[in-house]
T-cell receptor, first 115, second 111 residues
Framework: DGGITQSPKYLFRKEGQNVTLSCEQNLNHDAMYWYRQDPGQGLRLIYYSQIVNDFQKGDIAEGYSVSREKKESFPLTVTSAQKNPTAFYLC??????????????FGAGSRLTVL | GQQLNQSPQSMFIQEGEDVSMNCTSSSIFNTWLWYKQDPGEGPVLLIALYKAGELTSNGRLTAQFGITRKDSFLNISASIPSDVGIYFC???????????FGQGTILTVHP
């Protein structure tokens, strides 16, 4: 079955460390996204990529970095510059640019806790 | 940027009751999506709406794309315990790929 796989599910990090969250999709989707979810808030867009080797900052990109070297993969690095990294991180993908294609399919999420 | 207000923030209902929630936007949207998120999981798409006035059902769920294109409604009929979770609306304006999400409605269903 096609879907989006995020790993790890749970991750603990010490302050000052970088950490990379994995996101892989086998849906043959062109676009991929990273969202951050905090309790009581909606999903906030960190970065998105419409095509391989290209990505754009979302609304809260500071302290994060991404790469899109393969269509299937869109890893997110939470750097030590991110002041409040403890959150639930969601990766998503969508087909392409037409209105019916921008329905997002989400992964199961990764919960990052900074100790 | 675009703002979405989703209400209510939370609901506590008895099994069998009907539920209504809505989202309003400060700007016009071309697409409205409704998602449900179970605890510790990613959101799952419930209903997608693409035209003003569109009314779409998915089992006990019904959603409508408001005529003004600035709002959308989700109704759940005859709620059951497995309906518990967080329901999100999401809208897309003119910028490709950038959905704006509401804050979510936390639904609790008492047996």
């Amino acid at each position: 079955d096609g879907g989006i796989t995020q790993s790890p599910k749970y991750l603990f990090r010490k302050e000052g460390q970088n950490v990379t969250l994995s996101c892989e999709q086998n849906l043959n989707h062109d676009a991929m996204y990273w969202y951050r979810q905090d309790p009581g808030q909606g999903l906030r867009l960190i970065y998105y990529s419409q095509i391989v080797n290209d990505f754009q900052k979302g609304d809260i990109a500071e302290g994060y970095s991404v790469s899109r070297e393969k269509k299937e993969s869109f890893p997110l690095t939470v750097t030590s510059a991110q002041k409040n990294p403890t959150a639930f991180y969601l990766c998503a993908s969508s087909k392409g640019s037409s209105s019916g294609a921008n329905v997002l399919t989400f992964g199961a999420g990764s919960r990052l806790t900074v100790l | 940027g675009q703002q979405l207000n989703q209400s209510p923030q939370s609901m506590f209902i008895q099994e069998g009751e009907d539920v209504s929630m809505n989202c309003t936007s400060s700007s016009i949207f071309n697409t409205w999506l409704w998602y449900k998120q179970d605890p510790g999981e990613g959101p799952v798409l419930l209903i997608a709406l693409y035209k003003a006035g569109e009314l779409t059902s998915n089992g006990r769920l019904t959603a409508q794309f408001g005529i003004t294109r600035k709002d959308s409604f989700l109704n759940i009929s005859a709620s059951i315990p497995s309906d518990v979770g967080i329901y999100f609306c999401a809208g897309r304006g003119t910028s490709y790929g950038k959905l704006t999400f509401g804050q979510g409605t936390i639904l609790t269903v008492h047996p």
